[in-house]
Each structure stands twice: as C-alpha cells, then as structure tokens.
C-alpha cells in the first residue's frame, strides 16, 4: 500500500508494506524500512532502520544501525553509522559521528569529526578531527582543524582556531579563539583565551583571561591571571 517510492539496487526496501514517499538506491538500502519519508543513498545505507522516519543518508554504510530514530541527517562514508535511538543529528563527511548511538542535536560537518561521541548531546564541530574523540560531553563548539580534538568528557567548551584547545580533555567551560589558543590544556576550567598561542602551554590553571597574541603563553598551572 505505500505509494511514492523509489527504489534501485538489490534488497532496497524489501520489507516496506505501507511507508510512502522513500528513496533507496544502493544494495540493502533501507531494507528493513517500514514507514515513510526516508532518503536512502549507498550500500547498506540505513539498511536497518525499521520506524525512524525523515532520515536523510547519503554515502554507504551511513545510518547504517539506525533502527527507530528519525530526522538525523548523514552525508559521508560511515557517517552517523553506529546510531540507533539519536535524533535530529546532522553529519557531514567520512566518518562524522560514526559512533554515535543516542546523542541527540549534535552537528558536525568535516571529515572525522564527533566520530568518538555516543551519547553527548547538542555539540558542534566544524573542520576536520574537531571533538574527534568527545564521547559522553554535552554542549561543546568546535570549529577549525583539529580543535577540541582530544575533548572526551568536558563540557561547555568554545574552541575557535585550528588546534585551539586541543589537548583539552576534561576541563569545562573554557573559551579559545585564536590559532593553537589554550592548545595544551588538558584539566583547566573557566578560562579565556583570546589571540593566536593566548594560554598555549596551559596545562591545569583555571580562571585565567589572556587577550592578544602569545599572552599568558608561559601559563601552565598558575591561576586567576589578566
């Protein structure tokens, strides 16, 4: 009884009965799919989604274990392939949130980035291995190369440069703008660098302000410093 769909490859949509309006090109493509409005491009792309509706994967094995989630959007190979509950997640490029399972409102756009995180929710990354390895964080921006790469658990976190907060694992709450900007901290809180190298060899110090170029660079431990 489904009506509008379209269908291109071996076993693409080969349980549907009554969803309308998909698209499956691809061997396995949307297979196991029983409900509507799901767009499906490569192999085994969202090949086990079964009730998520207004998915959108692009690119093989992306969405591959989405199961019931809906309106996730994956554009890459391996793109959002571990998920199964998350929702309205958005990845774009080669293994961009590849293991995500429940995250929601995550969104990363670049080749490996978010690609660890599986349950964190409402992150960005934006440049290639941004947030590569954030996996339960919550509430991080990351945009240039490699920025927040090493961030795992810390939340709350604004990084803005290539490698700006790279080696940042656990601390929270910390702003980096500027190229290699608080790129060595690793456990330091509440600090604020801003300019290219500001706070670049912090490793634990909190509540520290660096403003222009190379300030506070020597910082390593040292707290509450203008």
């Known amino acids: 009884t489904g009506v509008g769909n379209t269908a291109l490859g071996d076993d693409t949509l080969t349980d549907n009965v009554s969803g309308g309006q998909n698209i499956a090109i691809g061997i396995n493509s949307l297979r196991r799919n029983t409900v509507s409005c799901n767009t499906s491009v490569g192999y085994n792309s969202l090949c086990n989604n079964t009730t998520g509706a207004t998915n959108t994967a692009v690119g093989s094995l992306s969405l591959r274990s989405n199961t019931t989630a809906s309106n996730n959007t994956a ?102 703008m500027g190229g290699s900007s608080l790129a060595a901290n690793t456990t330091g809180s509440r600090n604020s660098a801003l300019g290219q190298s500001s706070l670049a060899v912090n490793v634990s110090g909190n509540d520290n302000v660096a403003v222009g170029h190379g300030s506070l660079s020597a910082n390593t431990t040292s707290h509450e410093n203008t």
């Open 75 to 176: 554009v890459g190979l391996c793109a959002l392939y571990a998920n199964t509950t998350g929702t309205i997640n958005t990845a774009v490029g080669k293994e961009s949130l590849r293991d995500n399972t429940t995250g929601d409102r995550n969104v990363a756009i670049g080749a490996e980035t978010l690609v660890n995180n599986t349950t964190g929710l409402c992150n960005i990354a934006i440049g290639q291995g941004a947030l590569f390895t954030n996996s339960t964080a919550d509430n991080n921006t990351a945009v240039g190369f490699s920025s927040l790469k090493c961030n795992t658990t810390g939340t709350l976190n604004t990084a803005v440069g290539v490698c700006s907060s790279f080696a940042m694992t656990t601390g929270q709450q910390n702003i980096s």
